[in-house]
């Protein structure tokens, strides 16, 4: 892994030379951003490639934009309008003050994300937190919870809404179930091993079925060998600061997870951040960081580590796996792909973006997942080559510090694995990702349909819907639930502030009608709330009719 | 989506002014509150154009006939 390169900077002058003049020219003429819609297109490696790249990220029309920060600008100023109440002592502060003998100090609850809270989300945080009294399967129950000062306290009201359709949870293969069958097994193993491991993974925890996990994922994901971990997040935060550090560079895509800023802030590596899925800016950067070296000192980089995701959760765009790899190995950068969603999602038979291309899994240096979202367990792996993997059991603070992953959810994994590859004997785990594959392009292909906007590539099941403003975002919501429909909204924070979504992750356990349920109300809500902004040409489909908007762009 | 009667209608109007404006998630004060500052904003703007706009418009007219219609009138005189 760290291999210096002392000779990179004389052998790639000449070739730098020429392919630098080339790209400018072609750089600048192939800057196409229309205000109506882009559609990104790949390098055309052959017909299945270019199928594989179409992703739209449609512009919303220009008065959504100003209604939306019109909205948030009304909401403010009432918001500075109620901090003045509290102020002056004519409402009572809900919220955390400081106390009197230090109202003097540095100020703790001013800046804007405390502002936020108190003034916005506090208002509508009905619709996040949740709970649910049941397994989140394709449908679950809720408990029904009211608030009369609106939202500061809640009382649950003793009642349950029973079978709402589930469209938030991430059960892509639908292996969160409760089947006595099927979980037979880890019944056993829990007899076995008891519930907690009670010690971290060098110490005393490293129990046979770890191993036994480590060597199926390996075969699964057709690699050397793999390690595991008892939390998704922390592989990734605390696995990169193990791999880079001081005097190494990360090339990270705009719109990684907080895990992997995380984990690259922690190293102390210097991080750079490339365009969303943008191969140009990636090269540029590539040529910049070989030519020119180390910010001061102009020595060559230790390593280079490009940071991307298979599949990215909040656009549903899935990486251009190819060209990122023809891109590293001409500039002998090293590649970590973070498979959390897309593992056992997308491919064929579930293996994840590099099947899904075509691509040899040997290729990426650093193959890294979660057992969340697909195989309904938790915790993650990092997989690669046998002295990779080696490393990071001696040097990973995760393995050191932290504790094993737990008996039974490893015999889940095991047996969600073993389904998936057909090892089990059934063919269940085909059938499983033939339906996940179904369900979402006739999702897809409906709400296109339907006239939403949404984001990603056709293959992803996770299907953002855009809704743009606030209030709407919140309608939304409220409205799915009255529908017994249960959906994500994700708003300010966690996406740019012009662009709320509702988030629909398609599962292999909902059946057709239930689809169709959901796409109904869909069609219903959407209506109500003006909320098909698409300005594309639709498909006439002989099922749907064909109405204009309802809206005020026509 | 079909509405029953012109009231239905009307309702659905004010939902959709609600959550343009963003006004949805605020609590009924101060709903009342922005309408009212809203209306009576609107309502000046109608006053202030019933009352000047009519005369604005007089002396523009009269200006404009002063200076193509009203050559005519003084080589007559002469």
Known sequence: ?554 | MNFKNFREYLSWLYFQYLLITGIYVLEPWEKSIFNSVLFSAIAMVVYTSYVFIPIHMRLALEFFHEIFGGQPESTMTL
């Open chain 1, 1 to 554: 892994m760290q291999n210096r390169n002392l000779n990179r900077l004389s052998v790639e002058t000449s070739n730098r030379s020429r392919h630098f003049w080339r790209l400018n020219r072609n750089g600048r003429s192939r800057k196409s951003t229309h205000a109506t819609s882009r559609q990104k297109h790949g390098a055309g490696n052959g017909v299945a490639s270019r199928q594989n790249k179409q992703e739209s990220f449609e512009q919303a029309p220009m008065y959504v934009a100003v209604c939306t920060y019109m909205g948030f600008g009304i909401v403010t100023l009432f918001g500075y309008f109620r901090d003045f109440l509290r102020a002056v002592g004519l409402e009572k502060c809900n919220l955390a003050q400081e106390r009197e003998e230090q109202k003097d100090f540095v100020p703790l609850y001013q800046d804007f994300e405390n502002f936020y809270t108190r003034n916005l989300y506090m208002r509508v945080r009905d619709n996040w937190n949740r709970p649910i009294c049941s397994l989140p399967g394709p449908v679950f129950d809720l408990m029904e919870r009211v608030s009369d000062d609106y939202n500061w306290t809640f009382r649950f009201t003793g009642r349950t809404i029973p079978n709402v359709i589930n469209m938030g949870s991430y059960n892509y293969l639908g292996f969160a179930e409760n089947n006595a069958d099927f979980l037979k097994t880890v019944a056993d193993k829990v007899q076995q091993y008891g519930a907690g491991v009670c010690s971290t993974r060098q110490e005393i925890g490293n129990l046979s079925i770890h191993e036994e996990l480590e060597q199926l994922v390996a075969n699964f994901l057709g690699v050397e060998s793999a390690m595991t971990f008892g939390m998704g997040f922390a592989t990734n935060s605390m696995n990169i600061p193990a791999l880079v550090g001081k005097g190494c560079l990360i090339l990270s895509d705009e719109l990684n997870h907080t895990s992997l800023i995380l984990g690259a802030r922690l190293s102390g590596a210097t991080i750079r951040v490339f365009k969303h899925n943008n191969m140009h800016s990636l090269e540029k950067m590539l040529k910049e960081a070989i030519c020119c070296g180390q910010p001061r000192t102009h020595r060559a980089w230790r390593k280079i580590l490009i940071m991307v995701e298979g599949i990215y959760s909040m656009e549903g765009s899935v990486v251009r796996l190819p060209e990122v790899i023809a891109l590293k190995k001409k500039y002998k950068a090293h590649l970590y792909l973070d498979e959390a969603h897309s593992i056992g999602a997308v491919g064929a038979t579930g293996r994840g973006v590099t099947e899904l291309f075509n691509v040899n899994p040997a290729d990426v240096d650093v193959m890294m997942g979660t057992f969340t979202k697909s195989f309904g367990a938790s915790g993650g792996y990092i997989a690669g080559k046998k002295e990779l993997v080696d490393y990071l059991r001696c040097h990973s603070h995760s393995a050191v510090y932290a504790s094993a992953m737990s008996p039974p959810v490893t015999e889940q994994i095991i047996r969600a694995i073993k389904c998936i590859m057909g090892k089990d004997g059934t063919t269940e785990g085909k059938g499983r990702i033939r339906q996940l594959a179904e369900n979402t392009r006739y999702f897809r292909a409906r709400l296109k349909e339907m006239g939403f906007i949404i984001y990603g590539n056709d293959d992803s099941p996770v299907v953002p819907v855009l809704l743009y403003m606030p209030g709407k975002v919140v309608a939304f919501a409220r409205e799915m639930l009255q529908r017994k429909i249960g959906v994500v909204v994700v708003g300010f924070p966690a996406t740019p502030i012009t662009e709320a979504r509702a988030r629909f992750c398609v599962s292999a356990a909902h059946t057709r009608a239930m689809l169709n349920q959901v796409l109904h109300h869909l069609n219903e809500v959407g209506d109500l709330l003006c909320l098909k902004f698409s300005r594309r040409k639709r498909p006439s489909s002989c099922s749907l009719s064909e109405e204009t908007d309802v809206g005020l762009d026509s």
